[in-house]
């Protein structure tokens, strides 16, 4: 019983001193436990999973969304007079089908007075609100500290979907670009763009090959 009872008192010793080693080990990793929670937060945070960031919004969208406002309302002036005073686009911060949000964009009606979402748009209202969105991106790349002068500006096709007052709204905002001493080049096969464009460059097709014509 005496042997039983002074290994068991030993033992005890043992378990105090680990309890105290214990202790102070867990006092010592207390500020690298708290930064690590610290820097576990801010992860979260900027991966848009911490339930703080209600719009769980990652933090390069967070960036790129504050460029979108500025895309949106230096395309918005344009879009306005495109749709003759009918459309405006505002930045939407409203979540997507997978719960994300930040690089949303709305288009503002005036004859409804209500917000649009871009999917209602018609195939000739798509084209010039995007056009509206590459002519703000690029006053808003110009307009950066050291930022490059887009001179030039190719538009590729989808002026077959506008109604002959969109063709001319939007022909007019391009010639106020042109006004700009900015080069602008349109490809497309619509007929009535012939009659606008002073300066042509026409592909003829042949059996043999295609030629390139200048006219004007």
């Keep these: 019983a005496a042997s039983v009872d002074s290994a068991a008192r030993a033992r005890c010793r043992e378990l105090d001193a680990l309890s105290a080693a214990l202790a102070a080990e867990a006092a010592a990793l207390a500020p690298v436990r708290e930064e690590a929670e610290r820097i576990a937060r801010l992860a979260g945070l900027a991966a848009g999973t ?30 306005h007079r495109m749709s003759a005073g009918r459309y405006q686009l505002a930045h939407s911060d409203s979540k997507t ?10 288009v503002l009606d005036a004859w409804t007075g209500r917000a649009r979402d871009t999917a209602t748009l018609s195939g000739g209202e ?16 110009a307009a950066e500290a050291g930022g490059q002068r887009l001179d030039t500006l ?5 002026f077959g979907s506008l109604d002959e007052q969109s063709l001319d ?21 619509v007929p ?25």
Excluded: C, W
């Excluded at 089908?97 to 709305?106: E, F, I, P, V, W």
């Excluded at 798509?126 to 790349?141: E, T």
């Design 97 to 106: 089908a997978r719960g994300r949000s930040g690089l949303g964009l709305q």
């Design 50 to 79: 911490a339930a703080e960031n209600r719009y769980r919004m990652r933090l390069e969208t967070y960036v790129l969304a504050a460029r979108l406002e500025q895309v949106a309302e230096a395309a918005g002036s344009r879009l």
């Design 154 to 158: 190719f538009i590729d096709e989808g």
């Design 126 to 141: 798509s084209f010039f609100v995007s056009l509206a969105l590459a002519l703000g991106l690029a006053d808003v790349v």
């Design 169 to 189: 709204e939007v022909l007019d905002v391009l010639d106020g670009l042109r006004e700009q001493d900015r080069a602008v080049g349109i490809v497309s096969h």
């Design 192 to 216: 009535d763009l012939r009659a606008r464009i002073p300066t042509q460059l026409r592909v003829i097709k042949t059996a043999r090959g295609s030629t390139v014509q200048k006219i004007g």
